[in-house]
């Protein structure tokens, strides 16, 4: 899958490479991861109004997948590249504009370009159709939901986790009692023009034992690598992650069993259903951390690229907290990992 346009321009997109043929595709439920993404659905997101509508210019017939490349497009309504005038030669802290000026020696400066979290509309629309692929081959579902903004921790048992509990608040957080706190923490970092960080955790289910590769492409590493390419993403967790650290190996260890169907599973998930770079069968369980959002609504001191000392103080529309809108992007990146790792399965044995 690649992935086109900046945030100001004209439209993003993504290109689809090695979509099986005959997947019948829903466009709405394309439509509907989204509108999960888009800016200005709620109060504690960018007010910026795209309707993000995607188009599908090819590799489709009839409502069915022909096998040569899908290309979607998602046309931009409401850039504002000229907000973004006054700070063209300054640095904005902890943004990608010291960093692709220093790679490239040129960068776009309205809104971040290529390294805006806009970007993500692109990946959004093709993990939606590889979800319908992991859907129609195997049988795979994915969920993802808030599970942290700052020290407020959701309680809830990953297995059972629905989407619609997922969407019964904006914040986007299952637990309704740990929601409504992020909702005022957001909602206070917010008027003090500020951002705020947190976790976001997804599960897969119906995953089938002996996806993954055993060396440099274990299923894990490349989750983590499609997790870590998203804007603010800082950490990557599979399974228990850093709490095994304070467990015994008799108390992490996933002990196999075989159920009443005759499917071997483990006692615990401890390994989060990858064991060896493989998958084992079991749920597949991820976390992933995100940083506040960079831009904030207080002056601060940075230097131009001429390197002088400067001050400067944002201005433009901006997330509060980015974790909302970020569980269909995990959703979507997770949907891609495994949708290659299915086909380069059938690829070695033939079927699942």
């Known amino acids: 899958m690649t992935t086109w ?152 048992n990953p297995e059972s986790v629905t989407l619609s509990d997922v969407e019964s608040n904006i914040v986007r957080c299952p637990d309704i009692n740990a929601s409504e706190s992020m909702l005022t923490l957001i909602r206070d970092v917010q008027k003090d023009g500020d951002t705020i960080g947190g976790v976001i955790r997804c599960v897969a289910r119906g995953v089938p034992a002996g996806l993954g590769e055993p060396v440099f492409d274990k299923l894990e590493a490349d989750l983590a690598k499609s997790m870590l390419s998203l804007p603010a993403s800082k950490g990557f967790e599979s399974g228990l992650g850093y709490a095994s650290l304070g467990l015994k190996g008799s108390e992490h260890n996933d002990s196999f069993i075989q159920n009443i169907d005759g499917r071997v599973e483990t006692n615990t998930n401890n390994s989060g259903g990858i064991q060896g770079g493989i998958s084992n069968g079991m749920p597949i369980t991820i976390s992933v951390a995100f940083k506040p959002v960079a831009t904030i ?56």
């Open 5 to 156: 346009g900046e945030s100001h321009g004209g439209a993003l997109g993504a290109v689809i490479d090695g979509c099986p043929p005959g997947i019948t595709l829903d466009i709405p439920a394309i439509q509907a991861d989204l509108d999960r993404r888009r800016p200005g659905q709620s109060d504690i997101t960018t007010p910026r109004n795209e309707a993000d509508k995607v188009e599908i210019l090819s590799g489709l017939f009839e409502g069915k997948t022909l096998g040569s490349c899908l290309s979607l497009v998602i046309y931009n309504k409401d850039a504002n590249p000229e907000s973004y005038r006054n700070f063209k030669d300054l640095y904005r802290p902890s943004h990608a504009d010291f960093t692709t000026e220093a790679k490239y020696g040129i960068r776009n400066w309205q809104g971040g370009g290529r390294a805006s979290a806009r970007e993500t509309a692109a990946r959004v629309a093709a993990g939606a159709v590889a979800k319908q692929v992991l859907r129609e081959l195997a049988g795979i579902t994915i969920v993802g939901w808030v599970d942290q903004v700052g020290q407020i921790k959701a309680s809830v």
């Open 297 to 352: 609504f207080h002056a601060q001191e940075t230097i131009n690229n001429r390197g002088e000392k400067a001050e400067i103080k944002a201005r433009g529309r901006h997330d509060p907290c980015v974790l909302p809108r970020a569980v269909p992007m995990v959703e979507a990146g997770v949907a891609l990992v495994l949708a290659d790792h299915l086909l380069r399965q059938r690829g070695i044995v033939g079927r699942l």
